[in-house]
């Protein structure tokens, strides 16, 4: 798997102070997507044990209070993505077990395959459903258009 950037501070894709990972690779080439760059699964740079370690680093670093991980892209639980993500969470949630995980998806919870519900059964709040422009809505929080559902899964 491949990603496209990771933010240590962030404070815009979702609650409080996070780290955020935007993943390479999406099929659903949404109309009107903001990033169109992550469409690409060789874009950006190969997700390693040195960048899951900078993570997790970065997560337990007592100077900045983090609330969690959030997961973009591109599509974390694009089948391709799945496979290196699945570790990576169970890692995160084991290593830092107070952080929460927000992902966004652009797969439908109710249609997720057993390979993305086992990674999903470690994500805090999910965020599913493809952008669609006809329904684009700046004014919500955390989703790009009214079609997305925020599933609070154990918060």
């Known amino acids: 798997m491949n990603y496209l950037q990771y933010y240590p501070v962030d404070v ?13 690779g999406c ?16 874009a950006g740079l190969p997700f390693d044990e040195a960048m899951e370690q900078r993570i997790i680093d970065d997560l337990n670093d007592t100077r900045i209070r983090r ?8 599509d974390p639980l694009h089948p391709r993505n799945v496979t290196a993500l ?3 969470v169970r890692k995160v949630k084991a290593l830092c077990p107070e952080k929460d995980i927000w992902l966004w998806t652009g797969y439908r919870f109710a249609e997720f395959s057993p390979e993305q519900r086992a990674l999903v059964d470690y994500v805090d709040v999910l965020i599913d459903g493809k952008f669609e422009q006809a329904q684009a809505d700046r004014t ?9 559902v925020i599933y609070y899964l154990k918060v």
């Open 12 to 24: 815009v894709n979702g609650e409080g102070t996070r780290c955020t990972l935007f993943v390479a």
């Open 27 to 42: 099929t659903h080439a949404c109309r009107g997507c903001y990033n169109q760059a992550s469409w690409r699964f060789d």
């Open 67 to 74: 609330q969690g991980l959030s997961l973009s892209g591109g």
């Open 86 to 88: 699945l570790p990576f």
């Open 140 to 148: 919500l929080r955390w989703r790009g258009s009214r079609n997305q």
